[in-house]
């Protein structure tokens, strides 16, 4: 199985911060790959798939790159509602597998 | 708007199946994937596998001998059986909409999860 591995596990930033997350794939993934979102107690989230494409409805201060087997999140501006953790998701081949996630905290 | 509902035993004994059910309203399971991941409480998450709206399926190998998956239009909706569980098996459990685009897959929309204990 293809592992993902996603860095730094946790970090602290301050409302309006520029937060970068970086997920890195164990073998080469094309595109492959999407970010979510999860709040505690809360279903996962999706922000972006295919690397960079954002998902309808979520806000242009997110934003993907990547490809191959490194990629990168990018919250612009971080806001009150976007602490929370993220995770990366390959869908090159079975099994899809998950990051470990990412906790964004508040500094 | 599709909206997902899992249902099913929040309480399992250990060396019986899981039996969870997942709802789908507003759109049809057709032409779709439909998938379970876990998450253990405070642990990442995992996907489990996926079944067509047509019954064919596809899990994890970590899980495969245990795993049994299938769908019901007649419902419009899937279910998920997990044998032999354990403790280990502790987890909520989210059902989810396989959406593509081209050669990408992501899960567009989830239930809201349900956390099912293995416990004596």
């Known amino acids: 199985a293809i592992q993902m591995t996603q860095s730094p596990s946790s970090l602290s930033a301050s409302v309006g911060d520029r937060v970068t997350i970086t997920c890195r794939a164990s073998q080469g993934i094309r595109n492959d790959l999407g970010w979510y979102q999860q709040k505690p107690g809360k279903a996962p989230k999706l922000l972006i798939y295919a690397a960079s494409i954002l998902q309808s409805g979520v806000p242009s201060r997110f934003s993907g790159s990547g490809s191959g087997t490194d990629f990168t999140l990018t919250i612009s501006s971080l806001q009150p509602e976007d602490f929370a953790t993220y995770y990366c998701l390959q869908d090159y081949n079975y099994p899809w597998t998950f990051g470990q996630g990412t906790k964004v905290e508040v500094k | 708007q599709v909206q997902l509902q899992e249902s099913g035993p929040g309480l399992v004994k250990p060396s019986e199946t899981l039996s969870l059910t997942c709802t789908v309203s507003?759109?049809?399971?057709?032409?779709?994937?439909w998938s379970w991941i876990r998450q253990p409480p405070g642990k990442g998450l995992e996907w489990i596998g996926y079944v067509y709206y047509s019954g064919s399926t596809n899990y994890n190998p970590s899980l495969k001998s245990r795993t049994t998956m299938s769908a019901d239009m007649s419902k419009n909706q899937f279910s998920l059986k997990l044998s032999s569980v354990t403790a280990a098996d502790t987890a909520v459990y989210y059902c989810?909409?396989?959406?593509?685009?081209?050669?990408?897959?992501?899960?567009?929309?989830w239930g809201q999860g349900t956390l099912v204990t293995v416990s004596s």
């Open positions: 989810a909409r396989v959406g593509w685009r081209g050669s990408s897959y992501y899960f567009d929309y």
């Open positions: 507003g759109g049809s399971i057709t032409s779709y994937y």
